[in-house]
DNA sequence: ATAGAAAATGAAAGCGCTTACAGAAAACAG
DNA sequence: CTGTTTTCTGTAAGCGCTTTCATTTTCTAT
């Protein structure tokens, strides 16, 4: 079944036919109604690849994470598609991985389908060698990249933050406010969110009057069990705390269990703060005190902006979000 | 830059070139190195358009997940991409929900998009009702459909599973032969797996020669919070037991938040098993018990099975594979 | 060398759709 | 009822690729 067996059951041309399927003006109402009709009675669909051959187009949207197994980004991911599917746009789903040159590998298999657009969740797709991120700006050349968590000025390149250096700051200000002195700050990634991430650490270290020490920043595995025991080593070689800020909430989970394992009361003697609000913040005992950066939002505001920029609208290049703490029960203020 | 211009460079035809790309091996290595030069040099890449409609396939699975914030399924989508992209696929991803008219929508699209065949992971693609999977049996019409635990006798539907019936009875046995007496048993969802959990469980209640109560058998939302209330509610209605079984870790969570808010010891007092061996399962304390139903395995059987049937080689309509019971600090044998 | 078989190549006809252009029908004014 | 617009419809030329079929080149065995 093809445009021309349409076109013939109703009787016209198939450029008639074409017309109806996108939806053009110049055909009269009575017209529309017979090829509509034949369309539905005969199930017809237009083939794609035709389609897309003359168009030039597929309507469809790639979307590249670097791990769906993890929770903030296959949130991420859903919200995307759903936002995306609302708007008459397909997605191409791609699971990179961390290596750069898988990224680039991707990346231009989703070019070569011919996608209308890309969007990179996560700010793991920003390498901290500047040359490195050369490949996002030769899909730009193409089509509009649009970066969630990652920020990079270029043209074409669209950027959707949360403002990590002020959740953090916050957040650490409000550990300093309960009297905590020896602040972990625990993260994983180096991404350009990481960086700022820790900015705002030591920005808010720096304002409360304490002494910036850097053996209180550590670098920890994602996962929870090798995070814990990264820990743990390091309090056997000397490291004391009262209060943990983490980039993630997995490494609070992995604080957590270290302190659960050493005896530390948790909020009496350290205070826990996570990052995500995900699902494992409110599995912990008690539950986690995060950082909520609105997932939901800052997909469904990167698709709007996608809109406008494949409407043809300006758009800015960076949209920044704000973000909330959530107090739960691993906070607590301490009197001196 | 098309296959024109690239058979211009190399001063042969367009069909030589095509024949290069698509393998063929009536070109000489002479004429075959001198347009894989020019392809390199030039960055050429072929329309997939004018391929698809040439050949009528796109070499593009599709994959339909109801929701990829379910840690288990997201790490089943990552698995099946993975495998599909080593053998030479990619793949279409769709997050479906749990809408019957939403899965029919999603299957459809995905038609629309001449995907080669479809993937449906999670036994949520398998509708009570009989008349309700028709829209399965519709889409095998055209292409193969993998079902990944889910089980549906049709021709062109081929079904990969982990042996839920058995891997449920295996553990509920344990807790008995751990002497345990009112088993708990926790569930979701009423699919086609959940169904076969159940049935697990039941023969092995009885196999123990302890009575059949079905007060014991429990519903509850996936939702961590909700869950543990409803355990609670039903506890103050006068439930009690000293061991719980769970289709879901989450589950299994939201039992082990109930035994620590009324202060039940695990595992002296109550002992819980998991399943799915999710990340959740290694973020409580203790550790969970839990089933591991193998994803990875899962995933990529299926992908072999489905290479096995584009192939054209003949695939049995079900594959089951076993699950292993991994024991962590949750069980316990209590002396009678 | 040469007939015959095998291998390599090219010309051209689609694949199903969009769209520029031209022509027909309808609408309108006088 | 004619001449002029305006609206609608059809014809045909692509879009970039695959593939059949015919043709040319190369190889093999005599």
Chains 1, 2 share one sequence.
């Not at 794609?48 to 469809?60: D, E, H, I, P, S």
């Amino acid at each position: 079944m093809n445009i021309y067996d349409v076109s013939q059951k109703a009787g016209v041309s198939i450029a008639t036919v074409s017309r109806v399927i996108n939806g053009s003006s110049n055909v009269s109402e009575k017209t529309r109604q017979k090829v509509l009709t034949v369309m539905k009675e005969s199930g017809y669909t237009p083939n794609v690849f035709a389609r897309g051959l003359g168009l030039n187009t597929m309507q469809t949207i790639g979307i590249m994470c670097s791990d769906s197994s993890d929770p903030f980004l296959a949130n991420a991911v859903y919200y995307l598609e759903h936002s995306l599917r609302s708007n008459g746009y397909d997605s191409f789903l791609c699971c990179t991985g961390q290596e750069l040159q898988d990224k680039k590998k991707y990346l231009k298999l989703l070019l070569s389908k011919r996608v209308d657009a890309i969007i990179m969740v996560g700010s793991q797709y920003l390498e901290t060698s500047k040359k490195d991120n050369h490949y996002i700006l030769d899909a730009a050349k193409t089509i509009p990249v649009m970066l969630i968590n990652g920020y990079l000025a270029a043209p074409n390149v669209f950027c959707t933050l949360c403002d990590d250096y002020q959740a953090v700051y916050d957040a650490t200000g409000r550990l300093c406010f309960d009297n905590r002195k020896q602040i972990l700050y625990l993260y994983n990634s180096r991404s350009y969110s990481g960086q700022q991430k820790l900015a705002g650490y030591k920005a808010a270290i720096a304002n409360a009057g304490l002494p910036a020490d850097d053996r209180l920043i550590l670098h920890c595995p994602k996962q929870i069990q090798e995070a814990t025991a990264q820990i743990s080593a390091a309090v056997a070689a000397g490291l004391t705390f009262d209060a943990v800020i983490c980039a993630e909430d997995s490494l609070a989970v992995a604080a957590m269990k270290h302190c659960r394992q050493t005896g530390k009361q948790i909020p009496e003697e350290v205070s826990i703060i996570g990052y995500n609000n995900s699902e494992l913040s409110i599995c912990c005992e008690p539950e986690l005190t995060t950082i909520d950066n609105h997932v939901e939002t800052l997909c469904t505001t990167t698709v709007s902006n996608l809109m406008q920029v494949l409407g043809g609208t300006a758009v800015p290049g960076r949209t920044t979000l704000s973000n909330d703490l959530v107090i739960r029960g691993t906070t607590r203020n301490v009197q001196k």
